[in-house]
């Protein structure tokens, strides 16, 4: 149960400019519109990159994970289940380094958990891993904006009560 009052579903629609549902999270951010309007894009652009989107939903559950963010995690670890059939997502990620996940996946969960876990530790080596695993410039850069998006989320949700 959040800790402040969620803005109600009819008055979504004045702040989104757009019809349909919108989620607790939304809602709860919501009750400050300016802020809620700048969050949008950045909400929409992370998930229209070329980070294919199971890949993009495996670190986003991995990161909210290491956050310890249940609601960020339960609602991607589904998704994830349902795009790469794994049972087990949260084990799966748990474990991925001894897991069958290709070296490319292990790669950006291996970066996304030390910039998760403490910034300071990622260093040039780090992203010369994910160039040798075949990723460019601008594929890093995504993957960095996914990792450090999704810990905001996360402070966002668990400062809220989510």
């Given at each position: 149960?959040?800790?402040?009052?969620?803005?109600?579903?009819?008055?979504?629609?004045?702040?989104?400019?757009?019809?349909?549902?919108?989620?607790?999270?939304?809602?709860?951010?919501?009750?400050?519109?300016?802020?809620?309007?700048?969050?949008?894009?950045?909400?929409?652009?992370?998930?229209?990159?070329?980070?294919?989107?199971?890949?993009?939903?495996?670190?986003?559950?991995?990161?909210?994970?290491?956050?310890?963010?249940?609601?960020?995690?339960?609602?991607?670890?589904?998704?994830?289940?349902?795009?790469?059939?794994?049972?087990?997502?949260?084990?799966?990620?748990?474990?991925?380094?001894?897991?069958?996940?290709s070296e490319q996946w292990k790669?950006?969960?291996?970066?996304?958990?030390?910039?998760?876990?403490?910034?300071?530790?990622?260093?040039?080596?780090?992203?010369?891993?994910?160039?040798?695993?075949?990723?460019?410039?601008?594929e890093i850069a995504v993957i960095?904006?996914?990792?450090?998006?999704?810990?905001?989320?996360?402070?966002?949700?668990?400062?809220?009560?989510?």
């Open positions: 149960m959040p800790w402040i009052k969620p803005v109600k579903q009819q008055h979504m629609k004045e702040i989104k400019g757009e019809e349909g549902p919108s989620s607790l999270f939304d809602r709860l951010i919501a009750n400050e519109p300016d802020l809620y309007t700048a969050f949008r894009p950045l909400q929409k652009a992370v998930k229209e990159t070329n980070l294919p989107e199971d890949l993009r939903e495996a670190v986003i559950t991995f990161v909210s994970m290491k956050n310890g963010c249940r609601y960020c995690t339960e609602s991607h670890a589904a998704l994830l289940k349902e795009l790469t059939g794994v049972e087990h997502v949260e084990e799966w990620l748990k474990d991925f380094e001894a897991s069958s996940m790669a950006v969960l291996e970066y996304a958990g030390r910039l998760t876990a403490k910034p300071v530790q990622v260093d040039k080596e780090s992203v010369d891993r994910l160039k040798e695993a075949g990723f460019d410039a601008r960095n904006h996914t990792v450090a998006y999704t810990s905001y989320t996360n402070q966002l949700s668990m400062g809220l009560g989510l």
